[in-house]
């Protein structure tokens, strides 16, 4: 099944420094990369996704790369604010009701 | 604006005890997951449903059991709960199956 990995566990910025989150996935058949945040004692959502036919998205201040040749997507937080504080998870799914997250990175701002 | 409403978010029970944790959605969802998260693991997949009275399992079934006797609702029962089994149960669901999951405040059980 898919296998996926997220690096660094930790995170720490400068409040209007950018910050970057990595993930790797196994399953080349993957096609669906979302990205979820959680804030402190509150449920994940939804912040940014991307499908196997786009290389890049961008919303605002965040953005998301894909590479699949290389099975990695990475998200980027540019103008980082306090309230970006938070864990993100990566995902990733062949759409067949397999999402599979990452282990979660803990980004922490600092104004 | 999708609900999805898990019934407690807070439970302490026994080791050995039958526990049920309760999920309603009420955006007419085909898609039902339940997901257990841990520190350094993130989420992981117990069970999910994507239909009524349809069961998968995930990749940490053991211990574990589901129903969805209706679209709206699915259940996630502890047949005799162990103290590994402590931890934070998020409730998900989503229309499509490649689309946004959504996730309910999630119960924090602790079995003692």
């Known amino acids: 099944g898919e296998n996926v990995e997220q690096h660094p566990s930790t995170l720490s910025v400068q409040e209007g420094d950018s910050a970057v989150i990595k993930c790797t996935y196994s399953d080349s058949a993957s096609n669906y990369f979302p990205w979820y945040k959680q804030e402190l004692g509150k449920r994940p959502q939804l912040i940014i996704d991307?499908?196997?036919?786009?290389g890049e998205k961008k919303d605002q201040r965040i953005a998301v790369t894909l590479n699949k040749t290389a099975k990695h997507f990475s998200l980027h937080i540019t103008e980082t604010q306090p309230e970006d504080s938070a864990v993100y998870f990566c995902?990733?799914?062949?759409?067949?009701?397999?999402?599979?997250f990452g282990a979660g990175t803990r980004l922490t701002v600092k104004p | 604006d999708v609900k999805v409403t898990q019934s407690s978010r807070y439970l302490v029970k026994r080791t050995g005890e039958k526990v049920f944790l309760e999920c309603v959605q009420d955006?007419?969802?085909?898609?039902m997951f339940w997901y257990r998260q841990d520190p350094g693991l993130g989420l992981r997949l117990i069970y999910f449903s994507y239909d009524v009275k349809m069961k998968e399992k995930g990749d940490i079934p053991e211990g574990y059991s589901v129903s969805r006797e209706k679209k709206e609702r699915f259940s996630l029962i502890l047949e005799s709960a162990s103290t590994n089994q402590t931890s934070m149960y998020l409730c998900?669901?989503?229309?499509?199956?490649?689309?946004?999951?959504?996730f309910g405040s999630g119960t924090q059980l602790s079995v003692l």
């Open positions: 995902a990733a799914s062949t759409g067949n009701n397999d999402m599979r």
């Open positions: 991307i499908r196997s036919n786009v």
């Open positions: 998900a669901s989503s229309r499509d199956r490649v689309e946004k999951l959504f």
């Open positions: 955006m007419d969802h085909e898609n």
